[in-house]
C-alpha cells in the first residue's frame, strides 16, 4: 500500500471535507425538522468553503503526482482522493439543492418530512463511516458503504412512493417542491456510491468498482488466490469505458502477468466468448484461453482469459524491431493463409463497405465537420460532395462481391495482434466481432490502423507504410490464387471506408486530413471507371502509402 505519510496532507484535505458535507446534511436534516427559510442562506455561505477544500485537494494532488511513474499504486490512490474529493462536493452542492428546491413553495412543509430527515441522517452516519476507514481499510469501508446504498435507494423509492400518495392534497408548487427535494436527496445518494468508488479504487486501482468488484473476487477465486495477494492493473483505456486490466502476484511486483480481465456488456462479452471458440476450433493456439465468466444481472459482465506474451504489432512497428517486425509480417501471412483457406466457404459476400461508411459519417462530421461538408465548392466550382460520392460507388458496390467468405476477426486493428517471439506464433485478441465475412475487410482495417498511428519520425512511419505494402501484396497474392477478380476494387472500398471513419478517432487535422484526402481519392477513382476499366482497376497503392 502507497506511503500514508506521503498522503497526510492529503487525506487532511479530505477529512475536513468530510466535516464539512457532514454539517451540510446536517443543515438539510434542521431545514426538514422545522421546514425554517433560514436555513437556506446559512448553507449558500458555506459553499465558498468547500470550494476552498476541494481546491486544496487538488492542489495537493498535483504535487504528488509530479515525477511519479503513470501506473504506480501511489498515482492510483492519489487520482482516487481527488475522485473522492470531487463526489463530496457534489454532495455538498445536492444538500443545497435540496433546500433550495424545498423552499420553492413559500411556507410550505414537506410531507414526508420525517422521512426525509431520517435518510439524511443515514447519510450522515455513512459519511462518518468513510471518516474511519479513509487510511486504514478503504476497500472494507467501501464495500460496507456499498450495502448501506441499496438500502438508501430503497428509503428513497418508498419516499417518493409516500409523497405521491398524498399528491391530491397539495398544490402543483407543493408538489413540484417536494418532488424536486426528493431527486437531490436521490443524487446525494449518488454522489456517496462515487464514494464507495473511490475508497475500492484507492486500495484496487483504477479499474476496480463497486459494481465489478465481485467479478474481482471470482477472477481471484479462478487463479486460486486471495484478492488481497493480487495487484489488478489497467492494460488499456478503451472508447467504451470498459475495463481491461492485467491481474499479477504483488510478491512478483507485477512483472508476471497471470491473466488479463476484461469486462463489457454482457452481449459483448457473450460475442467475445464465441469468437473465440470459432478461432479455437481452427486453431487452438491462436486465441487466448477463456479462465473464466462473470454473469451480472446489472450492465457489466466479466471474463478472465489467458495472458498471451509477446509484443502487438503495433509494439513493432513504433519500435526499433525491423527483423522480429519482419518475422512477425511473414507469420502473420502463413496464419492468415491457412485459416481463410480451412473456413473458406463458396457463399457470396457483399461487405457494402459504403453502407458501413454512411452510417459513421456522422460521427467523423462532429469532429471534423470541414472534411464531411454538404456542399463542396473549388474556386466557385461545385464538386460532388463526400455524402454524394459514397452514394455513387454503393450503387456499383453490388458488382463487386467477394464469390467466398472466410472467418475474419472483425476489428483486425494493430493492437489486437500480438505476436511471440519465443514461439515465433501470432495469437489474436479482442474477438468480439469474428464472423464468416469478406477477408478484404481485415485487410483494410489492418492497413489503415498501420496508417493512422500517430508518428511523425521518419524511419518509423517509412517502416509502418513498408508493411502497409506488403499486407496489400499478400493480399494480392490470395485473392490471385483464389481467383477474386474483384479483390482490387473492393480493398480500395475497404480503405476509402477506413480511411474516413478512422478520422473520427484522430484530432490531429494534418493526419486526419490526409486520411480524408485518401478516402476521397479513393472515392472518385471508383465513381470515375468505365465497367471495361473497372476490369482492370489496380489499387494506386503508391499513391497511398507513402510519406
Request: hydrophobic share 40%.
Amino acid at each position: 500500500m502507497p506511503s500514508l505519510t506521503n498522503l497526510s496532507s492529503l487525506h487532511e484535505h479530505v477529512y475536513f471535507l468530510l466535516n464539512e458535507v457532514e454539517t451540510h446534511c446536517q443543515l438539510v436534516v434542521q431545514f426538514y425538522s422545522a421546514c425554517s427559510p433560514d436555513i437556506l442562506p446559512r448553507i449558500r455561505g458555506r459553499r465558498g468553503y468547500v470550494q476552498t477544500l476541494r481546491e486544496k485537494v487538488d492542489t495537493e494532488a498535483l504535487g504528488l503526482l509530479q515525477r511519479r511513474k503513470a501506473k504506480s499504486r501511489f498515482v492510483s490512490r492519489v487520482n482516487a482522493l481527488r475522485v473522492l474529493a470531487n463526489a463530496l462536493e457534489g454532495m455538498a452542492a445536492a444538500c443545497l439543492e435540496c433546500v433550495e428546491e424545498a423552499t420553492l413553495a413559500e411556507g410550505y412543509q414537506h410531507p414526508s418530512a420525517d422521512q426525509n430527515s431520517k435518510l439524511m441522517k443515514k447519510l450522515k452516519r455513512a459519511l462518518n463511516l468513510v471518516k474511519v476507514g479513509l487510511t486504514d481499510e478503504p476497500r472494507r469501508t467501501g464495500i460496507k458503504l456499498g450495502k448501506r446504498l441499496s438500502k438508501m435507494l430503497a428509503n428513497y423509492e418508498q419516499l417518493q412512493v409516500d409523497t405521491l400518495a398524498v399528491k391530491l392534497t397539495l398544490t402543483d408548487a407543493e408538489l413540484k417542491a417536494a418532488l424536486l427535494s426528493n431527486a437531490c436527496i436521490k443524487r446525494l445518494i449518488e454522489q456517496l456510491n462515487q464514494v464507495a468508488d473511490a475508497l475500492i479504487k484507492s486500495d484496487l486501482g483504477q479499474v476496480a468498482s463497486l459494481q465489478n468488484y465481485s467479478h474481482l473476487l471470482n477472477s481471484a477465486a479462478s487463479l486460486n488466490y486471495d484478492l488481497d495477494d493480487l495487484k489488478v492493473r489497467r492494460l488499456a483505456l478503451t472508447r467504451s469505458g470498459s475495463a481491461i486490466a492485467a491481474i499479477s502476484h504483488k510478491k512478483a511486483d507485477g512483472q508476471q502477468v497471470l491473466a488479463v480481465y476484461k469486462e463489457g456488456e454482457p452481449h459483448k462479452i457473450e460475442e467475445e466468448i464465441e469468437g473465440v471458440k470459432h478461432w479455437q476450433q481452427i486453431n487452438p493456439k491462436l486465441a487466448p484461453n477463456v479462465l473464466s465468466q462473470a454473469v451480472s444481472k446489472g450492465e457489466q459482465s466479466s471474463l478472465l482469459i489467458e495472458h498471451i506474451p509477446g509484443k502487438t504489432l503495433e509494439t513493432l512497428l513504433l519500435g526499433n524491431h525491423q527483423d522480429t517486425l519482419f518475422e512477425a509480417l511473414k507469420r502473420l501471412f502463413k496464419t492468415l493463409n491457412g485459416t481463410w483457406k480451412t473456413t473458406l466457404t463458396t457463399e457470396v459476400c457483399n461487405p457494402q463497405f459504403m453502407q458501413q461508411l454512411a452510417k459513421r459519417i456522422p460521427d467523423c462530421r462532429k469532429v471534423h465537420s470541414e472534411f464531411f461538408k454538404h456542399q463542396t465548392h473549388i474556386c466557385q466550382h461545385s464538386v460532388a460532395s463526400f455524402d454524394e460520392l459514397v452514394a455513387k460507388v454503393a450503387e456499383r458496390e453490388a458488382q463487386w462481391c467477394a464469390p467466398f467468405c472466410v472467418l475474419t476477426h472483425g476489428d483486425f486493428n494493430v493492437d489486437n495482434l500480438i505476436y511471440d517471439e519465443v514461439e515465433k506464433r501470432i495469437h489474436f485478441i479482442d474477438l468480439h466481432r469474428a464472423a464468416y465475412f469478406d477477408y478484404v475487410q481485415d485487410l483494410s482495417v489492418l492497413m489503415v490502423s498501420i496508417y493512422r498511428l500517430p508518428v511523425v519520425d521518419g524511419a518509423t512511419r517509412q517502416r509502418m507504410m513498408s508493411a502497409a505494402k506488403d499486407i496489400y501484396h499478400f493480399g494480392r497474392r490470395f485473392a490471385k490464387r483464389q481467383q477474386d477478380t474483384h479483390f482490387e476494387l473492393r480493398l480500395a472500398a475497404g480503405l476509402a471506408r477506413s480511411f474516413a471513419t478512422s478520422t473520427r478517432f484522430v484530432f490531429d487535422k494534418k493526419l486526419a486530413s490526409r486520411m480524408h484526402l485518401r478516402s476521397r481519392y479513393l472515392l472518385e477513382k471508383l465513381v470515375s471507371l468505365s465497367p471495361q476499366q473497372a476490369e482492370k482497376f489496380t489499387l494506386p497503392l503508391k499513391d497511398l502509402y507513402f510519406e
